[in-house]
């Protein structure tokens, strides 16, 4: 069998993702740097399969495949028959789709902002007010995580899921930065939690950059 291919920098939280999933359902791989200072990504022949020109991307045996969450379920429904990190229930697989979707509309935009303004901005050139208002928005975000770690003990259910990965990539974030913190119990402790995880030990890339 054809090895997959991701093209993706080992920084990218996207990229991330997917390489957590992979060790979570013990898929091989190889990996192509992509993105940032090693280009690749804007390349005419990247292009033509993502047009985005972003990384992650798979070829999955000439099968390319692009978007995250997209990628990440994928492999799940083709290797994780166990349903060992996306269960079969289609009600909870559409909780885990539910919250990857709550990852890009509300979770990472100001997450995003926190995180290229302290990692990846010169002191000099930062925009205080524009980095208070996504720390206050984080805690909105944090406050709806919250709520739901009241109620189950990971983000989309009882068991480890897909659901968790991209969130807790962002927690990883959250708590590498120098910003002042509000306390949350139920996030601190599914956090200790899923950190313990081999694939969040191995990407979740330390220090931050
Ligand atoms: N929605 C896309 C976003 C992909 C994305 O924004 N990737 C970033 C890295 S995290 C990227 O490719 N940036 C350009 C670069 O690295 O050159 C996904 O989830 O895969």
């Known amino acids: 069998m054809d090895e997959l291919i991701l093209w993706g920098r080992l920084n990218s939280i996207n990229v991330q993702k ?10 091989p791989f190889q990996r192509i740097d ?3 200072q090693f280009g690749v990504n804007k390349s005419a022949d990247y292009l033509q399969k993502n047009p985005n020109g972003l990384v992650p991307m798979i070829d999955d045996n000439g099968f390319i495949l692009w978007e995250s969450h997209t990628i990440m379920r994928y492999l799940a429904k083709k290797h994780d028959t166990s349903g060992q990190v996306f269960p079969t229930d289609p009600l909870i697989q559409a909780k885990i789709e539910q919250w990857h979707d709550w990852y890009n509309t509300v979770c990472w935009p100001p997450m995003r902002t926190l995180f290229w303004g302290y990692v990846r901005t ?19 975000v ?10 189950f003990k990971y983000v989309a259910c009882d068991q480890f899921t897909l659901a968790d990965i991209p969130v807790a990539l962002v927690a990883y974030r959250w708590f590498n930065i120098p910003i002042e913190r509000p306390s949350f119990p139920n996030v601190d402790r599914w956090y200790q939690e899923v950190k313990q995880r ?12």
Do not use: C, H
Not at 128 to 137: K, M, T
């Open 18 to 27: 997917v390489l957590w999933t992979n060790e979570e359902l013990a898929i």
């Open 34 to 36: 992509a993105g940032l």
């Open 198 to 209: 081999p694939g969040f030990i191995k990407y979740s890339s330390d220090p931050l950059n």
């Open 122 to 140: 010169p002191l000099a050139e930062r925009n205080p007010q524009e980095l208070e208002n996504a720390r206050q928005l984080m805690i909105k």
């Open 142 to 151: 944090l406050t709806i995580l919250e709520e739901q770690l009241g109620k």
